[in-house]
């Protein structure tokens, strides 16, 4: 289907999250016009603060930028190489996280909003869909993320005739840097790692002795918390984003062995006392002027939130800039209802991308939503869409998506159980196994050596497949 004047006729975009953004830039750069609807500032959402583009609602953090042993930090290294707009945006304004690509939360919404607007081939509407988009919209990315708007949200569960699947999500307090007693608190990344525009001494660290840790553990248990509506008490939460006082009651030692651990580090100001674990703070603009508290989502209300975390040595007069919070998050139950080039199959003129179809995770949902943008390219433009190979990070997370992960085992098709399909962040144990190599010698490796050296194999593999498939598509 084209326009009059020569140009493929627009696809449309509905939402403005990083699935949206990205959809949008692979679309406009590949030629092909595009409409991005994005609800806010007409419609907000219980976690949004701006009415810009990619705005980040929980973490300013990217993960690790890791491309030889972590997983995130491949598929770091794939988006760059495929033009990404998110990746660009972090890159230009990161700030230090260690090892982690970290950025300023409000420049890097403001650059993502500047350069869709500025595009030639990008339009930009501010409006709720509430409910299934025009029919004469042959074309559609539906990447309202997990918090997508009510009306929309019940118009896809109907089309889907699913019941719906969720999971609550939880977002960390941030500090005003001038509140943290740096008398008490230290610098420093943990086993001194310094990662993208970092130095090694990217965190702050807030030290607890074993008396202090388990005053804060008992808060954490007995604070007052936001308590779910009925309709709510079934709803599952995602791991990799547990509320900081779950994380407690799963037990006494939970947090020391997790967000808290006070490994690889050492406090500059009692260099003789092992702490008994830790509070790290992670910068959160470019200024350093705001700090969010490193794992510490929470579901405690917002008065308990001040009273419980002024009790970490350091943060005892801390002013917050932002406290925690809980929301619910949709998505689809997207191994059914998606093919592999994530359109719905009841309705193939939708296509479906970011959050909502089960990815976890900011840059999972904007590979995701590049993905969505370049099958929908594709199409428009006369060719056949063609994936990613399943050895790449995007061809893994899209293997998840579309349910090439869920194979049954004899166990569960004898029970007549099929494996249920939870949202999840992009890992290795998504990748198709690998042989680790060999020494020079031939010796085989073992223990922890043969485990990165199996990640650095399927890294390389990756980016060779990746280069393969990206000039493939350029054809």
């Excluded at 190599?437 to 399927?458: F, I, Q, S, V, Y």
Aim: with cysteine; charged share 20%.
């Amino acid at each position: 289907m084209t326009t009059t004047n020569s140009l493929p006729a627009p696809v449309h975009v509905i939402g403005g999250g990083l699935a949206g953004t990205e959809a949008a830039w692979a679309l406009a750069e590949r030629g092909v016009p595009t409409i991005l609807h994005e609800m806010r500032p007409v419609r907000s959402t219980e976690a949004h603060a701006t009415d810009r583009l990619g705005e980040l609602v929980c973490s300013n953090s990217l993960r690790s930028d890791d491309g030889e042993t972590n997983a995130v930090g491949v598929l770091h290294a794939e988006l760059r190489a495929c033009g990404s707009i998110v990746m660009r945006a972090a890159g230009a304004h990161q700030v230090p996280a260690g090892g982690a690509l970290a950025v300023d939360r409000e420049a890097f919404a403001q650059a993502i909003t500047a350069a869709l607007e500025a595009h030639p081939l990008i339009e930009i509407r501010r409006e709720e869909i509430a409910g299934l988009p025009d029919p004469a919209w042959d074309n559609v990315i539906v990447a309202s993320g997990p918090l997508t708007s009510p009306a929309l949200a019940e118009a896809i569960l109907g089309l889907t005739e699913e019941s719906g699947l969720a999971f609550f999500d939880a977002i960390a307090p941030i500090v005003h840097a001038d509140s943290i007693d740096m008398g008490v608190v230290w610098r420093q990344s943990r086993y001194d790692k310094a990662g993208p525009g970092g130095t090694g001494a990217d965190y702050l660290n807030c030290p607890m002795d074993k008396e202090q840790y388990e005053a804060f553990v008992d808060a954490l248990l007995t604070g007052d918390k936001v308590s779910f509506k009925e309709w709510e008490a079934s709803t599952p939460y995602f791991d990799g984003c547990l509320p900081v006082e779950v994380m407690a009651e799963r037990g006494r030692e939970t947090l020391r062995h997790g967000p808290m651990k006070p490994v690889g580090l050492t406090n500059a100001h009692r260099p003789d006392v092992k702490p008994y674990a830790i509070v790290q703070l992670r910068q959160d603009n470019a200024f350093g002027t705001l700090w969010n508290l490193v794992g510490f989502q929470t579901k405690l209300k917002h008065a308990e939130q001040v009273r419980v975390f002024r009790m970490i040595p350091g943060l005892e007069r801390a002013e917050f800039a932002r406290l925690g919070g809980l929301h619910r998050n949709t998505y689809l139950n997207s191994p059914k209802l998606l093919d592999a080039t994530l359109r719905l199959k009841g309705q193939p003129r939708l296509r479906f991308a970011g959050q909502i179809t089960g990815c976890e995770g900011y840059v999972e949902s904007a590979a995701i939503g590049h993905l969505a943008g370049r099958f929908a390219a594709a199409e428009r433009l006369g060719r056949a869409p063609i994936a990613p190979p399943a050895t790449t990070a995007m061809g893994a997370l899209l293997g998840h998506v579309t349910g090439g992960h869920l194979a049954e085992t004899a166990e569960e098709a004898s029970a007549g159980r099929p494996r249920a399909f939870q949202p999840m962040n992009v890992n290795f144990g998504l990748f198709p196994p690998i042989e680790a190599p060999k020494t020079k010698d031939g010796r085989r490796l073992r223990g922890t050596e043969k485990t990165l050296e199996k990640k650095r194999a399927m890294a390389a593999r990756a980016r060779a497949d990746l280069a393969a498939w990206n000039a493939a598509e350029t054809v």
